[in-house]
């Protein structure tokens, strides 16, 4: 069996930037173990996979090591294949998926995600958060579906972020999102998930469910412009829209070529 492959950078404007998803397109679904072992052949965050459905399609994520219920740079990955290689007609598309309907509308270059909002409460630390966190003032900390979010005092603290990721790999959570108000942008981040196979996430679209309505309440503005701090970097234009964030981003092609299962 050959399977066409295409390796996308995801929320830049340039290559070597941003966040690398796989994106592996299918008529039908492979086996999970199948589809496990083609993400962890490609040694990337993330591995989309998608079949046609009626209304449109159905796509499914994997790291390294696990299926997860929500990645919002593969999707937007998905969405330029789709947009850009097979030259689906029209502006919008409709992905089925683990965590409801998810749409993605493109116009000229950028692709807009419309992702549920993640429901979030104040929490308190586990030990080892403060532990593996060693540089760190913590201002405030949510707890999400997933994810834990912490808040810093500055944009440099984010940045200049200390952590133990032994320690932080032992918080049972998703991951571990960390943020504080940006200088240039509304705000700025960076997200850990060593529990999900990915020490530091170059951009996750999926933080930003959390992000957006967070900043949305503090910034009182239902648009934001967004960077994440990894060392490729990625830059994001938000919105609030009720219990709904948009997550707009482009993306480049890198890599496409087929592989071979036998």
Same mark, same amino acid.
């Not at 492959?5 to 008529?27: C, E, H, M, R, W």
């Not at 579906?145 to 032994?166: H, P, Q, S």
């Given at each position: 069996?050959?399977?066409?492959?295409?390796?996308? /950078?995801?929320?830049? /404007?340039?290559?070597?930037?941003?966040?690398?998803?796989?994106?592996?397109?299918?008529?039908?679904?492979?086996?999970?173990?199948?589809?496990?072992?083609?993400?962890?052949?490609?040694?990337?965050?993330?591995?989309?996979?998608?079949?046609?459905?009626?209304?449109?399609?159905?796509?499914?994520?994997?790291?390294?090591?696990?299926?997860?219920?929500?990645?919002?740079?593969?999707?937007?990955?998905?969405?330029?294949?789709?947009?850009?290689?097979?030259?689906?007609?029209?502006?919008?598309?409709?992905?089925?998926?683990?965590?409801?309907?998810?749409?993605?509308?493109?116009?000229?270059?950028?692709?807009?995600?419309?992702?549920?909002?993640?429901?979030?409460?104040?929490?308190?630390?586990?030990?080892?958060?403060?532990?593996?966190?060693?540089?760190?003032?913590?201002?405030?900390?949510?707890?999400?579906?997933?994810?834990?979010?912490?808040?810093?005092?500055?944009?440099?603290?984010?940045?200049?972020?200390?952590?133990?990721?032994?320690?932080?790999?032992?918080?049972?959570?998703?991951?571990?999102?960390?943020?504080?108000?940006? /200088?240039?942008?509304?705000?700025?981040?960076?997200?850990?998930?060593?529990?999900?196979?990915?020490?530091? /996430?170059?951009?996750?679209?999926?933080?930003?469910?959390?992000?957006?309505?967070?900043?949305?309440?503090?910034?009182?503005?239902?648009?934001?412009?967004?960077?994440?701090?990894?060392?490729?970097?990625?830059?994001?234009?938000?919105?609030?829209?009720?219990?709904?964030?948009?997550?707009?981003?482009?993306?480049?092609?890198?890599?496409?070529?087929?592989?071979?299962?036998?």
């Amino acid at each position: 069996m050959k399977l066409s492959i295409y390796q996308i /950078d995801a929320f830049t /404007d340039k290559l070597f930037s941003g966040n690398p998803a796989a994106v592996v397109p299918l008529s039908e679904w492979l086996p999970e173990e199948t589809m496990i072992n083609i993400a962890a052949e490609n040694n990337l965050a993330e591995t989309a996979f998608y079949v046609p459905t009626e209304k449109g399609f159905h796509i499914r994520w994997f790291t390294p090591t696990v299926e997860v219920e929500l990645c919002g740079h593969a999707t937007l990955a998905a969405a330029y294949v789709i947009f850009n290689i097979e030259k689906y007609p029209g502006e919008k598309i409709i992905f089925d998926s683990r965590s409801g309907e998810l749409a993605v509308e493109c116009k000229e270059d950028w692709l807009t995600l419309n992702f549920p909002t993640d429901q979030f409460h104040v929490a308190v630390p586990p030990p080892a958060l403060v532990e593996s966190l060693t540089s760190a003032v913590m201002v405030e900390v949510y707890k999400g579906k997933t994810d834990y979010l912490v808040v810093l005092e500055t944009e440099e603290a984010v940045r200049e972020l200390g952590f133990d990721i032994i320690v932080l790999s032992t918080i049972p959570a998703r991951g571990i999102i960390v943020t504080a108000a940006g /200088d240039e942008v509304d705000f700025v981040s960076r997200f850990f998930a060593p529990q999900s196979g990915i020490d530091e /996430d170059p951009v996750t679209g999926s933080a930003h469910t959390t992000l957006i309505p967070y900043w949305s309440g503090k910034l009182s503005k239902t648009r934001l412009t967004a960077k994440q701090l990894s060392k490729r970097g990625g830059f994001l234009k938000c919105e609030l829209d009720g219990d709904r964030v948009f997550i707009g981003g482009q993306a480049r092609l890198y890599l496409q070529g087929e592989i071979t299962i036998s």
